[in-house]
């Protein structure tokens, strides 16, 4: 992948301070999105450092897990996040579309967003402090990795950018079948040694993560009208939720 694709993908996806290419077309847009599962391998890896240094340090496990789960925030600028709690309040909203992805654009957090948020931030802190207190350090990456290849199943050819979706215009459909797929197969195969003393849960784990997040693209984007930045980014927090809890799983 071009230089380009990858600068773009860290400023897009990460606080680092690297700027990307000056001109972004849906080209260079469809290859930093390709790589985002690379950026959820740094996220990850720092997120299990985060929780190494906290549980060594003597903190309780549960405290490790909810500063693993705010460094990540910090790390990618609470994006992610926010994408979460603007989708559930866009779906929870009962009216039209065009409604609904104004709700979306509001700005604010309703009940449905707050919710949300607490119940994804719990999910994932107290899954962490599990997976700390039995050593999958892995684990943790892959489920933070996880949820980047979510982002680009959600991008595959055939989706469509929702109306006024600027980032939804530039990425929707930038990913082809076959890279979306190898993404997965690569996620669910790392999957594997995130439990080694049950190799089958690992997998499961993954892919139980991806296909609840492909569940809810497919109805967003009939809910809305097609794909848009917030959309992605509630993909990816499910995705880590849902792998994080099955990874946690009592070996």
Not at 34 to 41: E, H, K, Q
Not at 124 to 133: R, T
Not at 235 to 246: F, P, R, Y
Request: proline share 4%.
């Amino acid at each position: 992948m071009p230089v380009s694709g990858i600068r773009l993908a860290l400023s897009w996806l990460t606080v680092l301070p690297i700027r990307g290419p000056g001109v972004v077309d849906r080209v260079i847009a469809g290859r930093a999105i390709a790589l985002a599962p690379l950026v959820g391998l740094l996220l990850g890896g720092g997120a299990a450092g985060v929780l190494w240094v906290s549980a060594t340090a003597g903190t309780s496990f549960g405290l490790a897990g909810l500063l693993a789960v705010a460094a990540l925030a910090l790390a990618t600028r609470g994006m992610h996040l926010d994408g979460l709690a603007d989708t559930m309040d866009g779906l929870g909203s009962y009216g039209p579309p065009e409604r609904a992805r104004e709700i979306m654009k509001s700005g604010g957090a309703g009940p449905f967003g707050v919710a949300a948020l607490l119940f994804a931030v719990g999910i994932q802190a107290l899954s962490f402090a599990a997976l700390a207190e039995y050593g999958r350090w892995w684990a943790v990456v892959v489920a933070v990795a996880a949820g980047r290849v979510a982002v680009v199943l959600s991008c595959r050819r055939g989706g469509t950018a929702a109306p006024g979706a600027g980032f939804g215009a530039l990425v929707a459909g930038t990913q082809s079948t076959i890279v979306a797929a190898a993404w997965c197969v690569i996620a669910v195969a790392a999957g594997v040694f995130a439990t080694p003393d049950r190799l089958w849960l690992g997998a499961l784990a993954v892919a139980a993560g991806l296909a609840v997040a492909a569940l809810l693209v497919r109805h967003c984007h009939r809910r809305f009208g097609g794909l848009n930045g917030d959309v992605l980014g509630a993909a990816s927090e499910l995705t880590v939720t849902v792998t994080a809890a099955l990874l946690s799983l009592h070996p």
